[in-house]
């Protein structure tokens, strides 16, 4: 289930295999950020269709966060993700 503050990955476009962190959802579109190319205050558009959530119990709250901040915790769970898939 995709909700704010989940984590995602890609699945289909340029940015295939990235993981983002979802900032707001409306309607079918999940609005994400990765606090470099996708800062929290302008955030990536994505059909829902094109991620997928991974890691289900990691949510993170999005009050006062911080692209530098941002930017440590996708590091942090996409090394988590990548022990857990390899």
């Known amino acids: 289930m ?19 962190l979802v900032t707001e959802l409306d309607g079918a579109d999940a609005y994400v950020s990765d606090g470099r190319e996708h800062k929290i205050a302008r955030p990536k558009r994505k059909n829902i269709k094109h991620i997928f959530p991974i890691l289900e119990g990691h949510k993170t709250d999005l009050t006062g966060l911080t692209d530098g901040v941002l ?3 996708l590091r942090e769970k996409g090394n988590i993700y990548d022990s857990i898939v390899n």
Do not use: E, N
């Open 71 to 73: 930017r440590k915790l």
């Open 2 to 20: 995709i909700r704010r503050g989940s984590y995602v990955i890609s699945l289909k476009g340029h940015d295939t295999g990235r993981i983002y």
